[in-house]
């Protein structure tokens, strides 16, 4: 009985002491995002962005969902000393803007399309996994500074005028460009600037 009381003990002690080493360990973020990186290259995303709809098909999004490596740059500029914008702050932004920007084409996409079957579902899972490790690594909630709060509120607004067109591969040729930028550690190479906005080209 002693025994088993101090086995208990020890265990106990051992998982009180293990747990904020539990709790801080953070998981890996680049492998899922390396994952969605890989889901998103050039070739998938002309095939399932591009050819699978009608020519210039558009699909009407608010402004805000429009998040460019012009908006990276533009926003870290409204950064105060009171109410610094950081990177993370971007990231969070990216993320809702890229999940809203799958949901806008899902919606107009029929059962059975190829786009919804053999590419946007799965992409939309591997971003919902990226998400899960993303928000598990914050250790506490912090709040966004103004400029991204009113952003964020403006995407979900039920009662938003003023709607933009854009092609459904647009979406996400700007989510993979920003994600290179605002994700850098996660794609080390070539001491390449990611966020070096391109000289306008027609693609
Ligand atoms: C993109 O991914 C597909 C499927 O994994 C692969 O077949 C294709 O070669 C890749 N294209 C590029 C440019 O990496
Ligand atoms: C698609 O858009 C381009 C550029 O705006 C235009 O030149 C072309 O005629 C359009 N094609 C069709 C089939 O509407
Ligand atoms: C990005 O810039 C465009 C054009 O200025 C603007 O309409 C859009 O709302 C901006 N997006 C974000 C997320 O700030
Ligand atoms: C950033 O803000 C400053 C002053 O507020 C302005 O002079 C500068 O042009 C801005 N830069 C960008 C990239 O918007």
Known sequence: MVQFENWLLRGLLGFVCLLPVCSSAEQDLCGPLTT?????NATQRRRFMK???PINYTIQVHYEE?????????LLNTSTEHEPVLVKDLQDLWLSVTLQGIKRVLRVLPDRHPTRRKYL??????????????HFNQKEQRELPESIQN????????????????????????SYRTMHCLFK???????????EVPKKKTT
């Open 36 to 40: 969605v990186r890989e889901k998103l």
């Open 51 to 53: 050819m699978y709809f």
């Open 66 to 74: 429009v998040f460019k490596l012009r908006n990276i740059s533009r």
């Open 121 to 134: 579902q799965d992409l939309e899972n591997l971003f919902r996994h990226f998400e899960g490790v993303y």
């Open 151 to 174: 952003i964020m509120d403006r995407i979900t607004d039920q009662n938003y005028h003023g709607w933009k067109s854009v092609t459904p591969k647009s979406i996400l040729d700007n």
């Open 185 to 195: 550690e996660c794609f080390r190479k070539d001491n390449y600037d990611y966020c």
